[in-house]
């Protein structure tokens, strides 16, 4: 993991850094606000560590603009603090938890490790994958491999319909009521047209179809392996 230590005092900083890079962690240090603030927009960090008072600026004052900016990577503040009141002002500002000093190096790494799975989940809730394509529900985003496919907001409604009933069929009846909102007559070919944008668009060129035709009864999106239910 790429990891960033905002934190003036230098006892800390050595104590931290040893400790994450016996991990096989990378570690970028800041010893003050403007280079951690340069330092978070020139890089993508896993995690940061963040020390309350910093010589120019306070460290909350930081957490909250980051946030202020979608940054989403997870915070652990660092500090002396530990009054209750100190710990809601810390999470209120945007911080993920608090550690409070001094702390054992096995709990920062458990609250670090409680941390991840909390984000894996959130990730995962977000997105749909069938083989190698991902839609990220969050972000808007196909992926295919490690092309982005850009889509309009109904081709993502479509896709994402689909593959929310990954292995079922699913009727033009029911593709029109869920993503046009109404139901089509029966004789239009809108849905043909838009499953046939998309397919071309999925496809890549060259890549192995993901939506199938159910003659008679509709689509189905699949693992190339998987039995049609
Ligand atoms: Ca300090």
Known sequence: MKILIVEDERRVVNFLQKGLKNEDNQVDIAEDAATAEKLVCENDYNFILLDWMLPDKSGLELCRGWRAENITVPIIVLTARDATKDIVTALDSGADDYIVKPFSFSELLARMRAL?????????????TIEDLTLNIHR????RGDTIIY?????????????QNKGNVISKAKISEHV???AFETRTNL????INHLRNKLNC?????????????????KNFETEIK
Do not use: C, D
């Open 180 to 182: 046009w909102g109404f």
């Open 151 to 163: 889509l309009s907001t109904r081709e993502f409604a479509l896709l994402e319909f689909l593959m």
């Open 205 to 221: 060129g060259s890549k192995t179809p993901l939506i199938h035709t159910v003659k008679g009864a509709g689509y189905v999106m």
């Open 116 to 128: 991840q799975r909390r984000a894996a989940e959130n990730n995962n809730n977000n997105e749909l």
């Open 140 to 143: 808007r985003e196909a992926v």
């Open 191 to 194: 849905i043909e047209v838009y």
